[in-house]
């Protein structure tokens, strides 16, 4: 196993975050996860190391990763940027403490965690991966404070890269589409989940691999399924995390 391959993935233990993991893991990464219930990771092995976080509480979040690049600084190589949060529904209905949740932990927190572990990345030539989504790059009704949030993600992202290019750090945003995952199964939307409908989590695994196995570095990867159908919509806001 290579000193240096070692990840920390936020949001590691459901979702995209958990596909994310194991292929890590079955590429010899020592994987950090951060997340809250690690039900889904029990057999993962030792290679994985649990780090319970609630990244909204922000002194807690920069006390463990402090920690975290005390312990690991020398062999982390990778972070991955992946937990998200979503309440779905027209604007007006959502609450403003729901909308701060949204600018949290899908924005400000991806920019403090990359902030306090950008110098060990650094130091190993290492990558870094924001998870964002296709709701960036357009109107986003029904999900306007998460849509501007992974805008964010990008633009920091797309700034990230012309500070660090020079250095021999690889910055890259992933924008899925329509995902099979908690983050958007219990939306005020359902995507039609035939073949090649929405995209699974281990499709963004695959393009994180791409990546990962590339000397050229790719800013934007923009993931999206052969057919994209929207089965319903519903009247009520719904919260969903993927951590």
């Known amino acids: 196993m290579s000193e240096l391959k070692c990840a920390l993935v936020t949001g590691a233990t459901s979702g995209i975050g958990l596909a994310i993991t194991k292929r890590l893991l079955s590429m010899d990464y020592t994987v950090l996860g951060i997340g809250r219930d690690f039900s889904k990771t029990r057999d993962l092995g030792t290679a994985f190391v649990e780090v319970p976080v609630e990244l909204t509480n922000r002194s807690m979040t920069v006390a463990v990763l402090s920690r975290i690049r005390e312990a690991y600084g020398k062999r982390l190589s990778l972070l991955v940027n992946n937990a998200g949060c979503a309440y779905y529904g027209i604007h007006e209905s959502l609450k403003p403490e729901q909308i701060a949740e949204i600018g949290d932990?899908?924005?400000t927190m991806p920019m403090v965690i990359t902030n306090?572990?950008?110098p060990a990345?650094?130091?190993?030539?290492?990558?870094?991966?924001?998870i964002s989504s296709v709701t960036a790059l357009s109107a986003s009704p029904h999900a306007a404070a998460y849509g501007a949030a992974k805008?964010?993600?990008v633009s920091f992202t797309r700034?990230?890269?012309?500070?660090?290019r020079k250095h021999g750090v690889k910055v890259c945003a992933i924008l899925p589409d329509l995902t099979d995952t908690n983050l958007y199964r219990n939306a005020d939307f359902e995507a039609d989940r035939s073949?090649?409908?929405?995209?699974?989590?281990?499709?963004?695994a695959d393009a994180l691999m791409f990546l990962l196995t590339h000397d050229f570095n790719t800013s934007e990867i923009v993931l999206q399924p052969q057919y994209n159908r929207i089965a319903k919509k519903k009247?009520?806001?719904e919260e969903t995390r993927d951590q």
């Open 151 to 153: 805008a964010g993600l």
């Open 105 to 107: 932990v899908d924005l």
């Open 235 to 237: 009247d009520e806001t």
């Open 159 to 164: 700034s990230l890269f012309a500070e660090e």
């Open 195 to 204: 073949e090649g409908c929405c995209l699974l989590p281990d499709d963004v």
């Open 121 to 130: 990345i650094r130091e190993n030539r290492g990558t870094i991966v924001n």
């Open 116 to 118: 306090l572990l950008l």
